[in-house]
C-alpha cells in the first residue's frame, strides 16, 4: 500500500522559510507526479503545486509562484516543499498528495499532514 | 480560475437518511475531472468519487456522483454513523485546481 509519511510540525517567525519533507514508499516513486495541498485551520483546501519526481520539473499554483519551491531527492524517493517570507496566513496543515494515475489530478493517497505555524 | 461553490454549508440529517450536496462551477468543468473527498476531523481527506460518477477503491455504493457542465451532486443514499463528516468538490481542468468550500454533513 502506498504510504507518504510526512516530516513533524513547525513553528515559525514571520518572514521566515518551511521546508517540509514527504517520503514515499510502496511504490515506485518516478511513477506518478506528486502534489501538495495545504488547509488553513477551519478552513478548505487549497492546491499549490505538483512536481515531476522524474525530471523535478514542478508547476506552481499562481498563488504560490514565486514564493514555494519544490524538489525531489531520488535516492530517498522523497519530495521537498518551501515556502518562503512567511505570514500569519500561512498558518496550516500541508499535505503532499499521490494521483490516481499519472497525469490524473484525483488524489487517492495523501500524507498524514505537516502543521506549521507562523507566530511572532 | 473556476470557483466551485457548495451548498448546502452545512446539512443536518439522521443516521438513515439521505444527504444530497451540490457543487455548481463558475464555467463549464469536464465531467472527467470533477472529483468528491470525504474530511474527518484530524483527518486527511479520502477520495470517493473521481471523474464525476465513479467511486474510488473501497468505497461502498451508498456514495454515488452524478452531474455535468456546472452542476454536480453527491448523494449518500443512506448515511451511516462513519459519514458524519466535512465533503469537497474539486476540479481540475486549465491548469487549474480548486476546491469547493465544503458542506458539513451533521447529526
Known amino acids: 500500500q502506498v504510504q507518504l509519511l510526512q516530516s513533524g510540525a513547525e513553528v515559525k517567525r514571520p518572514g521566515a522559510s518551511v521546508k517540509i519533507s514527504c517520503k514515499t514508499s510502496?511504490?515506485?516513486?518516478?511513477?506518478?507526479?506528486l502534489h501538495w495541498v495545504r488547509q488553513a485551520p477551519g478552513q478548505g483546501l487549497e492546491y499549490m503545486g505538483i512536481?515531476?519526481?522524474?525530471?523535478?520539473?514542478?508547476t506552481y499554483a499562481q498563488q504560490f509562484q514565486g514564493r514555494v519551491s519544490m524538489t525531489r531527492d531520488t535516492s530517498t524517493a522523497t519530495v521537498f516543499m518551501e515556502l518562503n517570507s512567511l505570514g500569519s496566513d500561512d498558518t496550516a496543515v500541508y499535505y503532499c498528495?499521490?494521483?490516481?494515475?499519472?497525469?490524473?489530478?484525483?488524489?487517492?493517497?495523501w500524507g498524514q499532514g505537516t502543521m506549521v505555524t507562523v507566530s511572532s | 480560475e473556476i470557483v466551485l461553490t457548495q451548498s448546502p454549508g452545512t446539512l443536518s440529517l439522521s443516521p438513515g437518511e439521505r444527504a444530497t450536496l451540490s457543487c455548481r462551477a463558475s464555467?463549464?468543468?469536464?465531467?472527467?475531472?470533477l472529483v468528491w473527498y470525504q474530511q474527518k476531523l484530524g483527518q486527511a481527506p479520502r477520495l470517493l468519487i473521481y471523474?464525476?460518477?465513479s467511486r474510488a477503491t473501497g468505497i461502498p455504493d451508498r456514495f454515488s456522483g452524478s452531474g455535468s457542465g456546472t452542476d454536480f451532486t453527491l448523494t449518500i443514499s443512506r448515511l451511516e454513523p462513519e459519514d458524519f463528516a466535512v465533503y469537497y468538490c474539486?476540479?481540475?481542468?486549465?491548469?487549474?485546481?480548486?476546491f469547493g468550500q465544503g458542506t458539513k454533513v451533521e447529526v
Open positions: 498528495a499521490k494521483p490516481l494515475w499519472n497525469g490524473d489530478y484525483a488524489f487517492d493517497s
Open positions: 510502496e511504490y515506485t516513486f518516478n511513477t506518478f507526479f
Open positions: 512536481i515531476n519526481p522524474t525530471r523535478g520539473s514542478t
Open positions: 464555467q463549464t468543468v469536464s465531467s472527467n475531472y
Open positions: 471523474s464525476s460518477s
Open positions: 474539486q476540479q481540475y481542468g486549465s491548469s487549474s485546481v480548486t
